[in-house]
């Protein structure tokens, strides 16, 4: 298991992080610093507690699309709101899933135009999401600006129209035929649900088959029903209403209603309010009414209504003229059965006993897709403590969804810090975060165990998403690689992306390079034929890319040479300059790198393709496939990413396309030609067919035996 433990990269989610407190940064800020701005946290809807949802995290979104366009769209638009560090998101209601801008459309114009942050999603009349961003541009000298623009994606997150084209205008309008001219997703099919909508005296609610109510369920009390109805559109402030008090000058009944009969009878009153969701009231609107039980009642003579002059209020007098009930009414009735109806102002700070501000009070509930839509007003310290509009997001089974933030990605190095594996878990550690909105992480865990493999590699799902760094193909060559437990885990893995490949080089001994004559590639072949079985090559244990070059060197070009199995991944430039071993070795630049800068190995040609030619110090080396003799020949160590078993192919596709975006990076190209590495970035597909290459390579490399010479004492 020690090349596995030497090659081995390993990332995968791990528990929930807490969401940022911080305000978000203002597009002042972005203006001063546009690097100020990552991209905001990403997140799914998940279930929440039945008994007790956390309302404020239920009801966390203003919809950025009509109201009316909710049944007939399978995305909703859910904005969390212009201060918001969560990110906007469109909510597939028939697949369950959010979706946000993809990775790869976090730049565009090769990277010309950087999308720094999501403002706000919405969706017009064809069903189409417009996305509004904030953008940096970074010219060609290196300046930045900044601005705002619209643009379109398609239902994978990718841009069908750009915010901006990139000469910098801006794209065709959003409203016109032109910009609406790209394929979506379809209206939703209607899917059957065991639940459905009902109102009770004017409130709407969820009740499933046996008639059980899905929290918050409609009020039995009538005044209260009345009241929640007045909170679904604020009452503007100096509002009036009736009520009903007793012969005390006590609210019996709260100054809720817009009309209100006389006590019908002692400790008794009917009362309606509007029975339909829609808010805007006329004669049509159809009432709910219910009778109603009062406390207190007629004791003894009734005082009579009496406006004050001086005020103009009313209140009510006794039979001396006395007041009994100071005047402070705007209208008031005769006592009936020891109540009468009076108007006053309307209490803004009323509460129904027992009443808690974080429930939402419903307007609407609405099918959409395999979803429902709750419209409510909700009054919580995410509103600032006002009544606003809010929406929640109701799954199939009733339960309220809320807005969590995706798991951390971990990446796990199987070897202590400091070799090439922790170098590149740090620089995806270092970038994807403003990628992909989530916390990275490094962990070294240099002593994982079968049953560590086990679990990384075949458990998870999306949950647990695992990326290892493996040679390939994954599992060996037979006859080559030891079949080890661990090789059959490997297969079981998904492809996700090529991370990195570094080429080997063929170096030689200066002095011997001198003595025999060898200053390049062809003087190399023609000595090996001139001189069969002469020359002799160090390369590292079998299995590893040293012995793969030494295979296929052998095998295209036809010479006899001898191969030196040193052990490990490769060779040490001693072997050759101080134990003199062999003349020659295949090692990648950071083994001969020193040796060469001190004249005491001299680069022949690289393993890598023609088209990646590797510099060094300002020199640049040649290839070995340039030459005709061995046309086709490379050998790289690969970086390749890789999935559980049970991971979803979305969500390998998504970090795929963050790990591209970070390897474009011009930063990260510097570092990795600075290191003689070959960017990757490729789709899975792609590295599967990498895979099934490398091993037409190996079959080449061992179509012609070498002998092996032993390692000098």
Known sequence: MKRLHLFAVLLWFGAVFPPAQAAAPSYDDLRADPDALP???????????????PWEDVFAFTLGMAPELVARSRWLSLNPGDSAERSPALFDTLEGRALFLAPAA?????????????????????????LKVWLVERGPDGAQRTTQAYGRVDAQGRWAVPPKTCAGEDTVSTDSPAALSYPMAGEP??????????????QPGLR?????????????????????????????????????????????????FSELPDAAGPRRIRLCTAAGQDR?????????????????????????????PDSGRWGYQDASGRWAIAPQFQQARAFRHGYAVVSGPYPQQWRPPG?????????????????????????????????????????????????????????AVLVPPGGRSGYYAELLAQHLPKLLG???????????????????????????????????????????????????????????????SQPQVLAIDSAQADALGIADIDDLLAYARAHPGALRIATGDDGWTGHLAFGQFRALSGVDVQRVVVAGMYPDSDVIT??????????????????????????????????????????????????????????????????????????NRTLQEAVAQVLALPSVQKQLQDLQVVAGGSTPEQLLTLEDEERRRWERALSAPAPVAPPSP
Not at 107 to 129: H, K, M, T, Y
């Open 438 to 500: 989530r916390e990275v992480q490094v962990d070294y865990v240099p002593q994982a165990t079968q049953d560590d493999y086990r679990r990384l590699m075949t458990q998870g799902g999306t949950a647990t998403m695992l990326l290892a760094a493996l040679r390939l193909p994954r599992g060996g060559i037979a006859g080559v690689h030891k079949g080890l437990a661990v090789d059959e885990l490997m297969h079981a893995l998904r492809p996700v992306a090529l991370l990195a």
């Open 208 to 256: 499933d088959a046996q008639g059980r109510w899905r929290a918050p369920a409609p009020v039995r009390d009538i005044a209260t029903a009345q009241w929640m109805r007045g909170r679904q559109a604020p009452v503007p402030a100096g509002s009036t209403a009736l009520g009903l008090i007793d012969a005390q000058g006590r609210t019996v009944i709260p100054f809720l």
């Open 189 to 202: 099919a209607p899917a059957a649900s065991g639940l459905q909508v009902e109102t009770v005296i004017g």
């Open 578 to 651: 101080k134990q003199h071993a062999a003349q020659l070795l295949f090692a990648p630049v950071n083994g001969v790198a020193t040796a060469v800068r001190r004249g005491q190995l001299r680069v022949l040609g690289t393993a890598a393709e023609p088209a990646h030619p590797q510099r060094f110090d300002g020199a640049v080396w040649p290839t070995l496939a340039s030459n005709p003799a061995l046309a086709g020949f490379t050998a790289y160590d690969r970086f390749s990413l890789w999935a559980p078993e049970n991971s979803q192919a979305a969500s």
């Open 106 to 130: 976090r730049s565009f114009c090769d990277g010309r135009w950087r999308v720094v942050r999501l403002e706000r999603i919405g969706i017009n009349a064809a069903l189409q999401p417009e």
């Open 39 to 53: 991209m905001q946290p990403v997140w799914q809807l998940r279930p929440v507690d039945p008994d007790a949802p």
């Open 280 to 308: 805007r009231l006329s004669a049509d609107t159809p009432r709910a009414c219910r009778w109603q039980r009062l406390r207190g009642g007629a004791t003894g003579t009734s005082p009579r209504p009496v406006q004050d």
């Open 355 to 411: 009443w808690q501000d974080s429930r939402p009070i419903l307007r609407s509930i609405q099918r959409s897709g395999r979803h429902w839509v709750a419209e409510a007003m909700v009054r919580n310290a995410s509103t600032g403590g006002q009544w606003a509009l809010r929406y929640g997001v109701l799954n199939d089974a009733g339960q309220w969804l809320a807005p969590m933030p995706e798991y951390v990605f971990h990446i």
